[in-house]
Protein backbone atom coordinates (compact mmCIF):
# COMPACT_ATOMS: atom_id res chain seq x y z
CA UNK A 1 0.00 0.00 0.00
CA UNK A 2 1.59 3.61 -0.82
CA UNK A 3 2.79 5.52 2.15
CA UNK A 4 2.71 9.35 2.07
CA UNK A 5 5.00 11.00 4.35
CA UNK A 6 6.00 14.23 4.26
CA UNK A 7 7.60 16.71 6.83
CA UNK A 8 10.97 18.88 6.98
CA UNK A 9 13.08 19.71 10.17
CA UNK A 10 15.82 21.75 10.28
CA UNK A 11 19.15 20.60 12.59
CA UNK A 12 21.08 23.12 14.59
CA UNK A 13 24.77 22.91 14.78
CA UNK A 14 26.08 22.85 18.37
CA UNK A 15 28.10 20.12 17.28
CA UNK A 16 30.06 19.60 20.90
CA UNK A 17 26.27 18.35 22.45
CA UNK A 18 25.72 16.13 19.29
CA UNK A 19 28.67 14.43 19.54
CA UNK A 20 29.13 13.79 23.25
CA UNK A 21 25.64 11.90 23.18
CA UNK A 22 25.64 10.44 19.24
CA UNK A 23 22.73 8.99 17.91
CA UNK A 24 23.42 5.20 16.56
CA UNK A 25 21.37 2.51 14.70
CA UNK A 26 21.03 -1.30 15.69
CA UNK A 27 18.63 -4.18 15.47
CA UNK A 28 15.66 -4.07 18.50
CA UNK A 29 16.39 -6.74 20.86
CA UNK A 30 14.23 -9.63 20.96
CA UNK A 31 12.91 -9.11 17.41
CA UNK A 32 13.25 -10.84 14.24
CA UNK A 33 14.70 -8.47 11.90
CA UNK A 34 12.51 -7.98 8.73
CA UNK A 35 14.32 -7.52 5.67
CA UNK A 36 16.29 -4.26 5.35
CA UNK A 37 15.68 -1.65 3.08
CA UNK A 38 17.22 -0.82 -0.51
CA UNK A 39 18.69 2.24 -0.60
CA UNK A 40 19.86 4.42 -3.81
CA UNK A 41 22.20 7.55 -2.85
CA UNK A 42 21.97 10.29 -5.32
CA UNK A 43 24.11 13.01 -5.00
CA UNK A 44 26.22 15.91 -7.01
CA UNK A 45 28.46 18.17 -5.05
CA UNK A 46 29.86 18.78 -2.08
CA UNK A 47 29.92 16.42 0.71
CA UNK A 48 28.30 13.73 -1.71
CA UNK A 49 31.07 11.24 1.05
CA UNK A 50 28.82 8.25 0.12
CA UNK A 51 31.44 5.75 1.49
CA UNK A 52 31.28 7.22 4.72
CA UNK A 53 27.44 7.10 4.97
CA UNK A 54 27.56 3.76 4.52
CA UNK A 55 29.96 2.67 6.84
CA UNK A 56 27.67 4.97 9.44
CA UNK A 57 24.70 3.23 8.66
CA UNK A 58 24.52 -0.22 8.45
CA UNK A 59 20.94 -1.08 8.56
CA UNK A 60 19.88 -0.53 5.34
CA UNK A 61 21.30 -2.19 1.75
CA UNK A 62 22.97 0.59 0.02
CA UNK A 63 22.38 -0.33 -3.25
CA UNK A 64 23.97 0.88 -7.06
CA UNK A 65 21.18 0.36 -9.41
CA UNK A 66 17.91 2.48 -8.58
CA UNK A 67 15.97 -0.38 -10.44
CA UNK A 68 15.60 -2.40 -7.10
CA UNK A 69 15.94 0.45 -4.49
CA UNK A 70 12.67 0.57 -2.63
CA UNK A 71 13.95 4.30 -1.24
CA UNK A 72 16.07 6.88 -3.41
CA UNK A 73 17.53 9.38 -1.61
CA UNK A 74 18.85 12.52 -3.24
CA UNK A 75 20.73 15.00 -1.33
CA UNK A 76 21.52 18.48 -2.55
CA UNK A 77 23.39 21.59 -1.05
CA UNK A 78 23.36 25.52 -0.94
CA UNK A 79 25.56 28.26 -0.21
CA UNK A 80 23.93 30.16 3.23
CA UNK A 81 24.12 34.01 3.31
CA UNK A 82 26.26 33.82 7.08
CA UNK A 83 28.52 31.69 4.75
CA UNK A 84 27.65 28.13 5.79
CA UNK A 85 25.72 25.57 3.78
CA UNK A 86 22.31 23.51 3.58
CA UNK A 87 22.16 20.49 2.66
CA UNK A 88 18.77 18.89 1.56
CA UNK A 89 17.59 15.20 2.23
CA UNK A 90 14.81 13.85 -0.50
CA UNK A 91 13.70 10.29 -0.01
CA UNK A 92 11.38 9.38 -3.11
CA UNK A 93 10.11 5.57 -2.84
CA UNK A 94 10.20 3.09 -5.54
CA UNK A 95 7.83 0.43 -6.12
CA UNK A 96 5.83 -1.31 -3.38
CA UNK A 97 6.85 2.11 -1.10
CA UNK A 98 5.59 4.73 -4.22
CA UNK A 99 4.27 7.39 -3.13
CA UNK A 100 6.38 7.94 0.09
CA UNK A 101 8.23 11.33 0.29
CA UNK A 102 10.04 12.75 3.25
CA UNK A 103 12.26 15.56 2.99
CA UNK A 104 14.80 16.69 5.81
CA UNK A 105 17.15 19.98 5.98
CA UNK A 106 20.35 20.23 7.70
CA UNK A 107 22.14 23.11 8.04
CA UNK A 108 26.07 23.57 8.70
CA UNK A 109 28.01 26.59 9.95
CA UNK A 110 30.56 28.40 8.36
CA UNK A 111 33.11 27.39 11.29
CA UNK A 112 32.42 23.59 11.24
CA UNK A 113 35.34 21.19 10.27
CA UNK A 114 34.97 18.43 7.56
CA UNK A 115 34.21 15.79 9.88
CA UNK A 116 31.59 17.85 11.90
CA UNK A 117 30.03 18.33 8.50
CA UNK A 118 29.71 15.05 7.73
CA UNK A 119 28.54 13.77 10.98
CA UNK A 120 25.69 16.40 10.90
CA UNK A 121 24.67 15.12 7.42
CA UNK A 122 24.80 11.35 8.76
CA UNK A 123 22.59 12.52 11.46
CA UNK A 124 19.88 13.90 9.13
CA UNK A 125 20.45 11.07 6.76
CA UNK A 126 19.72 8.45 9.54
CA UNK A 127 16.86 9.98 10.93
CA UNK A 128 15.10 10.16 7.65
CA UNK A 129 15.82 6.34 6.82
CA UNK A 130 14.82 5.04 10.17
CA UNK A 131 11.39 7.39 8.88
CA UNK A 132 11.22 5.97 5.97
CA UNK A 133 11.91 2.45 7.98
CA UNK A 134 8.94 3.07 10.08
CA UNK A 135 6.75 4.00 8.30
CA UNK A 136 6.89 1.32 5.01
CA UNK A 137 6.97 -1.83 7.45
CA UNK A 138 10.40 -2.81 8.53
CA UNK A 139 9.84 -2.41 12.29
CA UNK A 140 12.01 -4.32 13.80
CA UNK A 141 15.57 -3.78 12.10
CA UNK A 142 16.51 -0.21 13.68
CA UNK A 143 16.12 1.89 16.86
CA UNK A 144 16.94 5.31 18.06
CA UNK A 145 19.79 5.81 20.85
CA UNK A 146 21.16 8.47 22.77
CA UNK A 147 19.83 10.72 25.50
CA UNK A 148 18.77 13.84 23.52
CA UNK A 149 16.86 12.19 21.38
CA UNK A 150 12.93 13.50 22.95
CA UNK A 151 11.81 17.05 22.31
CA UNK A 152 13.11 18.28 25.79
CA UNK A 153 16.70 17.56 25.05
CA UNK A 154 19.29 20.09 23.08
CA UNK A 155 19.13 18.21 19.91
CA UNK A 156 15.53 17.72 19.82
CA UNK A 157 15.59 21.39 21.20
CA UNK A 158 17.19 21.99 17.46
CA UNK A 159 14.53 19.54 15.61
CA UNK A 160 12.10 21.98 14.63
CA UNK A 161 9.13 21.75 11.95
CA UNK A 162 9.57 24.58 8.56
CA UNK A 163 6.15 26.04 10.25
CA UNK A 164 7.77 26.55 13.95
CA UNK A 165 10.33 28.48 11.93
CA UNK A 166 9.90 32.33 12.44
CA UNK A 167 12.14 34.28 10.51
CA UNK A 168 10.64 38.24 10.20
CA UNK A 169 13.40 38.77 7.65
CA UNK A 170 12.68 36.35 5.23
CA UNK A 171 15.69 35.19 4.17
CA UNK A 172 17.56 38.65 3.58
CA UNK A 173 20.75 39.63 4.79
CA UNK A 174 21.92 42.49 4.91
CA UNK A 175 25.08 44.47 5.60
CA UNK A 176 25.64 48.14 6.41
CA UNK A 177 29.47 49.63 6.73
CA UNK A 178 30.71 53.07 6.93
CA UNK A 179 33.81 54.89 7.73
CA UNK A 180 34.80 58.47 7.64
CA UNK A 181 37.43 61.15 8.43
CA UNK A 182 37.65 64.72 9.74
CA UNK A 183 40.54 66.94 8.87
CA UNK A 184 41.13 70.49 10.11
CA UNK A 185 43.82 73.48 9.92
CA UNK A 186 43.88 76.82 9.72
CA UNK A 187 43.12 77.75 6.32
CA UNK A 188 42.16 74.06 5.80
CA UNK A 189 39.29 71.34 6.38
CA UNK A 190 38.38 68.08 4.66
CA UNK A 191 36.06 65.85 4.98
CA UNK A 192 35.91 62.26 3.83
CA UNK A 193 33.04 59.55 4.23
CA UNK A 194 32.74 56.14 2.75
CA UNK A 195 29.45 53.70 3.05
CA UNK A 196 28.62 50.56 1.74
CA UNK A 197 25.28 49.04 1.91
CA UNK A 198 25.07 45.10 0.63
CA UNK A 199 21.83 42.91 0.67
CA UNK A 200 21.81 39.10 -0.16
CA UNK A 201 19.16 36.69 -0.32
CA UNK A 202 19.50 32.85 -0.56
CA UNK A 203 17.06 30.00 -0.90
CA UNK A 204 16.85 26.58 -2.47
CA UNK A 205 15.83 27.87 -5.71
CA UNK A 206 17.27 31.96 -5.75
CA UNK A 207 20.21 33.58 -5.16
CA UNK A 208 20.14 37.11 -5.19
CA UNK A 209 22.91 39.95 -3.96
CA UNK A 210 22.57 43.57 -3.83
CA UNK A 211 25.20 45.96 -3.39
CA UNK A 212 25.84 49.65 -3.37
CA UNK A 213 28.43 52.14 -2.62
CA UNK A 214 28.64 55.95 -1.76
CA UNK A 215 32.07 58.12 -1.16
CA UNK A 216 32.22 61.71 -0.37
CA UNK A 217 35.14 64.12 -0.64
CA UNK A 218 35.45 67.70 0.20
CA UNK A 219 38.44 69.75 1.01
CA UNK A 220 37.96 73.56 1.91
CA UNK A 221 40.77 75.99 1.59
CA UNK A 222 40.45 79.58 3.18
CA UNK A 223 42.68 81.96 0.73
CA UNK A 224 44.11 85.07 2.36
CA UNK A 225 42.81 88.83 1.25
CA UNK A 226 46.17 90.08 -1.01
Known amino acids: MPVSHKCAAILGVFWIAVLATPISAQQAEGEAPNPRPNVFFDCDGRDCNSE ?19 VHVIMTSLTTGSGGREYQVDLIGYGEYDGYEDTSLFQALSTDTDRERLDGITHALGISLANFANQSGFRGIVTLQGSDITSEGPVGARLVSQGEIDDPWNLWFFRFNGSGNLDGEETRSSVRLNTSLSASRVSPTWKINFFGYANLNRVEFELEDG
Open 52 to 70: YYRTEITWVNWVRDREVAD
